[in-house]
């Protein structure tokens, strides 16, 4: 690992001031469980980290006007423990009870798992961000398995390793950001981007900005998240879905439907939640959304099998959505 300065603020201006304007130079550290593995790959090689495990006003979940209020360093494991997040909110629930390491729930943060970088194994063995080789990505001859089967246009392949960012895109959620001139903020649906160069991030959040908490509206949806596995144990689901329905009676007023582990950013299938408009979400309606939000799926050469899992992703999340208390 390359030796690097280390920071212990004790508050967000402090923080906020000891930041650069240009990725590499400083790296913000929460729970460490992913930037600690890439410093040690030199995949990352900060100058320094800034530690904002003690910055009290980052942390903890409330309730508030305008909604559940999750500070940036509460842990995977403080958000699966807190009554109104399992009453409300079960499709974040579920994304959390995804990570199954003790280890990482009691370690890894919420605002963290947002901005972890991506776990294709290109980018994870040096490759860079979008596996180019002679101005030509790797990953559509190569080894592609686990890449994306939506929004794979190019350049980017690798698919948006977020485990909550799915969920609080199909709840409307809202990520707040500071930097040592002010506070902005941004949808979940904004938050990732597809990268269109080797410089760029897969996140808004800028080199001098610190993501400080995350608000989810209060807004009374049936919602869900279902992830399909090829192991129970510590591992990145190969397809997901996070729903949210408005309910009318027993119809739908409104659905939003949010691949995961299929694109370069959590993937929003507009379509299909306009296909369960005024519908009652039944075995039958969910099978006809879940094709609609594969219907533009291209996979790779070896990634077909994502198309069939996420179908499945979608129709269950919808079905567990209307057995769900929220």
């Not at 650069?20 to 990352?44: C, F, H, P, Q």
């Not at 807190?82 to 990482?104: C, D, N, W, Y």
């Not at 180019?132 to 392949?157: F, Q, T």
Request: charged residues 20%; proline residues 5%; glycine residues 10%.
């Amino acid at each position: 690992m390359q030796p690097f300065e280390y920071a212990n603020p004790t508050t967000l201006q402090e923080a906020l001031g000891m930041l650069g304007n240009r990725w590499g130079e400083t790296y913000v550290l929460a729970g460490g469980t992913d930037l600690i593995s890439l410093m040690k790959e030199y995949i990352e090689t900060p100058k320094r980290l800034v530690n904002i495990k003690g910055i009290k006003e980052l942390g903890g979940i409330q309730s508030t006007k305008t909604g559940l209020r999750i500070g940036s360093t509460v842990t995977v494991e403080e958000l699966l423990d807190h009554a109104e997040v399992r009453k409300s909110f079960p499709a974040l629930t579920e994304a959390a009870r995804g990570i199954s390491s003790p280890q990482i729930r009691n370690m890894g943060t919420v605002g963290g798992d947002l901005c972890q970088r991506p776990r294709c194994w290109y980018f994870r063995q040096g490759f860079g961000l979008l596996a180019m080789k002679d101005g030509k990505s790797l990953v559509p001859d190569g080894e592609n398995r686990y890449h994306a089967i939506l929004g794979n246009g190019g350049p980017a392949y690798f698919v948006s390793a977020s485990s909550f960012g799915p969920a609080l895109v199909a709840l409307g959620a809202k990520i707040r950001l500071a930097s040592a001139s002010g506070h902005r903020e941004v949808a979940a649906s904004k938050f990732f981007v597809t990268p269109q160069n080797e410089n760029a991030r897969e996140i808004a959040l800028l080199p001098n900005e610190i993501l400080t908490e995350i608000i989810v509206p209060h807004e009374g949806t049936k919602n869900a998240t279902y992830e399909v596995r090829q192991k129970q144990a510590l591992d990145w689901p190969l397809a997901a879905a996070s729903v949210a329905l408005k309910m009318k009676g027993s119809t739908v007023s409104s659905a939003r439907i949010v691949l995961a582990h299929v694109a370069p950013t959590p993937w929003e299938a507009t379509e299909a939640g306009k296909a369960l408009d005024g519908k009652a979400v039944t075995p039958e309606s969910a099978e006809e959304a879940a094709k609609a939000a594969l219907a533009d799926a291209k996979p790779l050469s070896g990634n077909g099998y994502k198309v069939q899992l996420a179908r499945v992703a979608v129709k269950r999340a919808l079905l567990e959505a209307v057995r769900a208390r929220g």
